[in-house]
């Protein structure tokens, strides 16, 4: 991955510590916005599908693309906000994927 992806999640978490401080309630409030970010994707995938009739189509795959996007950068941040280097963490997360296709 791009080296600004990284940058940009340790700065996120760098500037959500300095306005909101890092104690459990704060890392408690960036682990549940995963929850908000990956509710906005479903609706997004909802709007995609016009399953509402009252509203219609409302979004395209790339509003679905951008609003998983932002769960991925989300979850990202949230790993920096555990003290732990993401960039690590998806590593590690990959190579157990990579292993469990071998099979």
Same mark, same amino acid.
């Given at each position: 991955?791009? $080296?600004?992806?990284? /940058?940009? +999640?340790?700065? *996120? &978490?760098?500037?959500?510590?300095?306005?909101? %401080?890092?104690?459990?309630? $704060? =890392?408690?409030?960036?682990? =549940? @916005?995963?929850? $908000? /970010?990956? %509710?906005?994707?479903?609706?997004?995938?909802? %709007?995609?599908?016009?399953?509402?009739?009252?509203?219609?189509?409302?979004?395209? &795959?790339?509003?679905?693309? +951008?609003?998983?996007?932002?769960?991925?950068?989300?979850?990202?941040?949230?790993? /920096? *906000?555990?003290?732990?280097?993401? &960039?690590?963490?998806?590593?590690?997360?990959?190579? @157990?994927?990579?292993? &469990?296709?071998?099979?």
């Amino acid at each position: 991955m791009d $080296e600004s992806i990284w /940058e940009a +999640a340790r700065a *996120s &978490r760098g500037w959500l510590d300095a306005a909101n %401080g890092t104690g459990q309630t $704060e =890392l408690t409030c960036r682990i =549940l @916005k995963l929850t $908000e /970010e990956a %509710g906005e994707a479903s609706a997004a995938w909802i %709007g995609l599908l016009g399953q509402n009739p009252r509203k219609g189509v409302t979004h395209t &795959r790339e509003d679905v693309a +951008a609003e998983l996007a932002d769960v991925a950068f989300t979850a990202l941040v949230a790993i /920096e *906000s555990l003290g732990l280097d993401a &960039r690590s963490v998806l590593g590690s997360c990959a190579a @157990k994927v990579r292993s &469990r296709l071998a099979d």
